[in-house]
């Protein structure tokens, strides 16, 4: 558009900010926030008529929820825009016009329409949050400031092309896109990529201006001719086109004998259903069935719909709220002649993230006519929405879950996922892709070539692949393995971390500190040169030792082991051996950088230097809290905090080289090498002699815990109740005896379940091995017998199993202050600012405890004789009344008399 006659926006931009402040809120308890819903009614998309109810059931969830915006309401108005750009206008001038205020703009959906509409919100000053905006040049901050969406961009599209290219190895690429719009944006995107790669996986491009649809009967078959003459020199072909012209493009194929499995189409955001709402194939000339068998493998890039109830429940209420509207002429829909448009989850979340951005603006102080600021709280923003998990970045994008889908039967099925966090393709289970032809591809053609290897291929039970578990000082394994395929190189004896750093009976020298840094560091500065070029996950976990006690790097371009991988709750765990560089961005780059792995290295350094978990001298803050840090460039640096006095000097100095902020100041690993050298006094690594160096201090150490075991042995065996040990030894038959006076001691520790939640399981072992020890040495000072210890549970009783009067009950309860005093004193390694509290309950001889709700229920059945004891404060339920079970009528059996 050369001038303003055909940009009415532009000649508009002055009316409606006159008109803009003008506008005012109503007054009444309740203020209102009006939001203008923008959706296609009319024209050639008309997916607004279908799920503009979404956007309601947004609003209602929000207003329902009293305490979600307080004394406030969300109050829709929608507006068709046709996915007309003047249309749009329009209304959106009409909406002006009538003095209506606009607190926000849901929408619109088309790329057309998209642009005008960023630029004048963000010159007004109201957020504006897109369902169905796709364009990569909305994600600009300057231009469009109040802008963000909730669908993927053409940038997301882009990567998982590419990540599906090489989750294949297709090489032979062609692109036919239809010359208009967002096509054309993609398709050169596409282009333009493609030729940066130089030669990469890509080898041949051919662009192809395929036409419109509605095109002429000899314009279609000049596309047909030019198709033909197309796979004559490639296999892959990418169609960035509409339905209509997909459908036509792939009965063309079919007409042309091409699908046959040797040539591939993958298609973007293909969608029939949205083109009239229902079940369709977009025809009328008869060849549904034909192209609906035509469709069968081909391969569709597309936003993925949630899979669960709660979503069927949500498209169930947009087609039931469609049914009870007004303007819907009578019309009836059911769940099996409407195919609701996976954008009615993003029109919903457009709803909801506006909401959720107001909510923090509020919550500092602003109103809801501060759109800018309104605005500002858009982005950054993450939450479970009806299409997912809604994370908005910093440019307002949404990062959606992407799938690759194919046509099986009569519906569309998700094959494979996108991981942005690994930049690759994640295949369902038990996924075979079915190209037309009946060719097979087993997810990867990687594993075709493997199994076309037979002679050294290794048979299934010939191959373990487990992690290491220890029953009664024995390591056993319990593995399925559910791969077709396994690819190993050597066995490995040891994990680094594991099995050596985090294995105190392990005793290794400072010389072995040195050698597996050494490894460690050639094996990085091998990989930093091959093609593979960085790690870009390395740690200490991903570093094993053989069986000549050489350390060697693991876990690197094995993306088919690695598919089943998901971020889980721990996730930050995982990123603490990440470069800050890397942690800043939204998208990291899967393989990382040379420059991140010399950072991880660091970190892996540190590990070794002082035998501890990465930031291991760190426990008052949670791995979150540590990565937040990292990533601030403040000064000082937050890093991992060594001193000389746990590790050499050259160790530190090399670690805080490897830790610099700026990626370019770091070493690279040949400096890295040289710097352990020079540590070394430039002599060969000698791991022979460090082999038996350690052997010598290894027996010695075994000496050493042969006797704390013998110890411990003699320890349990004076536990052991020696009466009934005597009776065993001699052979008699230990019988059953009833004690009637007896006092019951049990104690356990105040909040321990949240004690438990900070510690690691080795911390809480620990803890209660040393508070276990604690009562241990107190109990032999009186006559009390162990029962059990079930985690922080710890029962005595005196009185059994030998009877000792009725000094039982002030032997439990001397034995009761003198435990509660050496809490006092006792200490928690791991949290010693802590106090440990305990909780101490004594009850001597025998009785029967009900609750309320059984007493009841034996009141009513009646013939019981129970008394009522009380309120009693009962753990986790707090005051309780309760009752004793004191008999029953015609029960003549002799019961204890009670104290």
Known sequence: MADGSRNPYKRSTLLLILLLSETRSSSGDVIPVELSVFLPMTGHRLIGKYIWPAAKLAADKVNDDVTFLPDHELRLSFYDTACD????????????????????????????????????????????????CHDITLSDKIRYSTVARTVATRRNTMYVIFALLRHFRWQRIGILFVAHGKWAKLAGSLRKSFQELNGGFVRDIHTIHAGMSGMSNNDRKTRWAMLGHIVLHLRILILCMGAGDVRDMILSAKRQNLLTGEYIFIIVDFKAESMYGIKTWMGDDGRDDEAIEAFQGVLNIRMTKPEGDDYRQFEA??????????????????????????????????????????????????????????ASFLFNNTFEGKSGNVSIDQFGDNIPSLGVQIYEGKAFKTIAFYSYQQDRIVAKNNVTVIFPGALVYRKIKFELEVNS??????????????????????????????????????????????????????????????SFSMDICKGMEYLHKSSVEHHGRL??????????????ITDYGIDNLRRKSQWTDDQYWSLLWTAPELLRLSIPPPGGSKAGDVYSYG??????????????????????????????SQSPLYRPRVGDATCPSYMVALMEKCWQEVADDRPTFADVKSDLKAANNNKRFNILDNMIQMMEQYAN??????????????????????????????G????????????????????????????????????????????????????????????????????????????????VASLALDTLSSVTSFRINHMPDTKLRLRIGIHSALRIHLSKSTSDLLEEIGGYDIERR??????GKGKLTTYWLLGKEDFVKPLPEYC
């Open 85 to 132: 750009e003047g249309r749009a206008f329009v209304n959106l001038v009409g909406v002006f016009r009538s003095r209506r205020a606009i607190h926000g703009i849901i929408g619109p959906g088309c790329d057309a329409v998209c642009d005008p509409f960023g630029i004048l919100a963000s010159n007004l000053g109201i957020p504006l949050v897109s369902w169905g």
């Open 317 to 374: 209420e947009v087609i039931g709220a469609l049914n009870n509207s007004e303007d819907n002429n009578g019309t009836r829909y059911d769940s099996s002649t409407l195919l609701l448009d996976s954008h009615a989850g993003n029109l919903h979340d457009a709803v909801l993230l506006y909401a959720h951005a107001l909510r923090k603006a509020l919550s500092r102080g602003y109103d809801v006519n501060d759109g800018r600021h309104v």
């Open 453 to 514: 290897e037979q002679l050294w291929r290794i048979k299934p039970d010939e191959l373990t692949i487990s992690k290491l578990n220890y029953n009664k000082g024995v390591a056993v394994c319990l593995t399925k393995i559910t791969e077709d395929t396994v690819v190993f190189n050597r066995e490995m004896r040891l994990a680094l971390k594991q099995d050596v750093l985090s294995n105190d009976d392990v005793r290794i020298s400072d010389d072995f500190k040195l």
């Open 539 to 552: 740690k200490s976990s991903n570093c094993v030792i053989d069986n000549r006690w050489t350390c060697m």
């Open 603 to 632: 970190i892996i350094l540190q590990e070794i230097a002082i035998r501890d978990r990465a930031y291991g001298m760190i426990t008052d803050i949670e791995p979150k809290e540590i990565i937040d840090l990292v990533k601030t």
């Open 701 to 730: 150490h075994l000496e050493d815990i042969v006797y704390e075991r013998t110890q411990l042995l003699e320890d349990e065996k004076k536990k052991t109740d020696q009466p009934i040990a005597e009776d065993l030894k001699l």
């Open 732 to 811: 008699r038959v230990i019988h059953p005896k009833n004690y009637d006076k007896s006092t019951v001691y049990f104690s356990d520790v105040v909040g321990f379940a949240n004690l438990a939640s900070q510690s690691t399981p080795l911390e809480i072992v620990d803890l209660l091995n040393d508070l276990y020890t604690t009562f241990d040495n107190i109990i032999d000072s009186y006559d009390v017998y162990k029962v059990e210890t079930t985690d922080d549970a710890y029962m005595v009783v005196s009185g059994v199993p030998i009877v000792n009067g009725n000094t039982h009950a002030a032997q």
């Open 870 to 875: 009380g309120e009693i404060e009962v753990k």
